[in-house]
């Protein structure tokens, strides 16, 4: 089993759609998870940290079910500058390392 | 307060040929990442790397790669006799010194190798 899955898409949505996307994750004692962007032919960016109880940035909201071992990533009101790859990333031994999932890719259309 | 930088930004060589990629971290970061990333698929962790010492290398092929970042200068990651299936984009990432899981990892722009 891979350390961390995500659907690899693509998902296609019109503009203001909201859209979720999941990611599972294999080590229980993974201690912290990240969303990650990447824009085409670009470096990854930190688009937000997910805690334990959940966070929220603007549009973007966070959750983590330790439970099930998965995060989410919750898109509200797309916009069409949205459009890139997200990344689930976890740390599974409590150190600086990370586990990056495959990505999901999202394309926002008018 | 320039950010990680890679270079070269794309290196062609061909097959049998040594690659060489650069990494100067963020200034105050001591701790450095590999990833390669072939066409169409995610990072793959290859090494993490703190002065002088390799922490973690357990994503780095058993031969013909190795990884260095020395007291002074660049981190280097380095493929001896290169194959096709070497081409890809290699990333660096950079975190802080202290310890905390949630250390957010900075990328550079990462350097795309062709192997010919």
């Not at chain 1, 203001?16 to 990854?44: I, L």
């Not at chain 1, 797309?78 to 890139?84: F, I, P, Y």
């Not at chain 2, 001896?80 to 890809?88: C, E, F, L, T, Y």
Request: glycine residues 6%.
């Amino acid at each position: 089993r891979k350390e961390v899955e995500q659907d690899p898409g693509p998902f296609n949505v019109p503009e203001g759609a909201t859209v979720a996307f999941n990611c599972t994750y294999s080590n229980s004692a993974s201690q912290s998870f990240f969303w990650y962007r990447q824009d085409c032919r670009k470096e990854p960016k930190l688009l937000m940290s997910v805690y334990s109880s959940g966070n929220e940035d603007g549009r973007f909201t966070a959750q983590l079910n330790r439970a099930s071992q998965y995060i989410s990533l919750l898109i509200r009101d797309s916009k069409l500058s949205d459009s890139a790859t997200y990344l689930c990333v976890v740390n599974p031994y409590n150190n600086n390392d990370m586990r990056f999932g495959a990505g999901t890719r999202l394309t926002v259309k008018p | 307060n320039a950010g990680v930088m890679q270079n070269p930004r794309h290196l062609v060589r061909r097959r049998g040929q040594e690659a060489r990629l650069r990494c100067s971290p963020m200034k105050g970061h001591s701790h450095v990442y590999w990833y390669r990333q072939l066409p169409e698929e995610g990072l793959k962790f290859m090494v993490y790397l703190q002065k002088e010492n390799i922490i973690d290398e357990s994503g780095m092929p058993k031969e013909r790669f190795s990884a260095e970042f020395p007291k002074e200068g660049p981190s280097i990651l380095r493929i001896q006799q290169v194959v096709r299936g070497d081409s890809a984009a290699y990333f660096c990432a950079s975190s802080p010194m202290f310890q905390s899981s949630y250390n957010e990892q900075f990328f550079g722009p990462g350097t795309r190798l062709t192997v010919l």
